[in-house]
DNA sequence: AAAGGTCGCAACCGCACTGGT
DNA sequence: TACCAGTGCGGTTGCGACCTT
């Protein structure tokens, strides 16, 4: 059970290869194999370790890896292995001929994991956070959103019934999440951290209270002189960093996240279309079908509710999969991945086809009374 | 133009597992 | 059975590129 030595133990050079490095390997490798990696280093002529080798080798030299961007296949395929395999890249990976676990890891933390939040999915469960909490940013998006609409249709200074309500909204999430909080410490979360286990629900709460941090201070307190004390919210911030997941996370900041986007945010252009619409209503139906980035038709969307659900759905190809049972969601446990939950590949299993199909943000929008009153 | 911030990815770290002795 | 080398794997970090102010 012993640990491998490190490479700075033997004053190995550590840090990024050079053209030079990577021609060595390649030539060794295509001339011998690899064979030991161990001492693969000095019989190339490396003053790297082994281990350096070897992952340098399998994450970028190996002749048969792709690179680029991830199609729409790749990206479903992840999403659709990983509801039930959770972080089990390399068997994820096994299924994506020429892509590597390191470069799936790296697109799901820097994409897929963000796109599931905004869209208010646990990216842990792939299941619709049902929580409030969960529903903040459309909530702030709502909110930013009456704000554009009445300075564009009227052209004039917020009045105090809309300032109030943004005021109103925020102070419900706010207790809304204290609730969570109480709730979630005494269950899931609780035993996660019992089990030393970080779970990326809670690091989806980081994130969302980064979004809380960023959105409604500046906002609100610009608009509200203050009647939306920044030091409550402040306090809740604070009270949720002190928590043992906070500790354990980095906290990200990252930018604005006005809508719930299907597609990719760089193709949205947000102002423009939210500028063209005439009716708060139309627009929360139309954050919540979301997908509508290319569709400047507001009216259209209007009259069309029910099948842009379904659109939305389409946008994004989702197998169409029985569920797994619970035991197969993502788990700590050490057992093997390919064991259980029948790691199939062409006949695999995803939860995520069924949550996201029987997810409805109007109705969560609607449901709220705060939102409805909004809305009117 | 420059400084600071953010993002994405390559690489590293360290634990876990396997098989040989 | 214990030890060790080799390897697999998931989490984390460092840094360059790009973006924003």
Redesign the pocket.
Known sequence: ????P???ENGLK????TTEEDKKLVDFIQAHGH?????LPKLAGLNRC???C???W???LKPDIK?GKFSQDEEQTILNLHSFLG?????IASHLPGRT???I???W???LKKKLIQMGFDPMTHQPRTDLFATLPQLMALVQLKDLLLDHNNNNPLDHQTTRLQAEALQLAKLQYVQYLLQSSSTSSLSNHQNGV?SSAAAADIELINLLNSLPNQQLLHHHHHQFNNSQFGNMITTSTTSPMAA?Q?L????HILLPPLCDPQEEEEVHFLTQTTTTTTTATTMANGNDCNNNDINNNNNTNHNNNNEMMNSWPVEVLPSPPPSSLPQTS?SN?TAGGGEGTSSSSSSYAGGVTSYNWTELFLDEPILSEISL
């Open positions: 059970m012993g640990r491998s490190c490479c700075d550590k840090g990024p290869w064979g030991s990696w161990r001492a082994g281990k350096s070897r992952l340098r399998t994450n970028y690179r972080n089990k890249w390399s068997a676990d390191n470069e890891k790296n697109f933390n820097t994409h970080v354990t980095p990200h900041h990252h930018n050490t991945p």
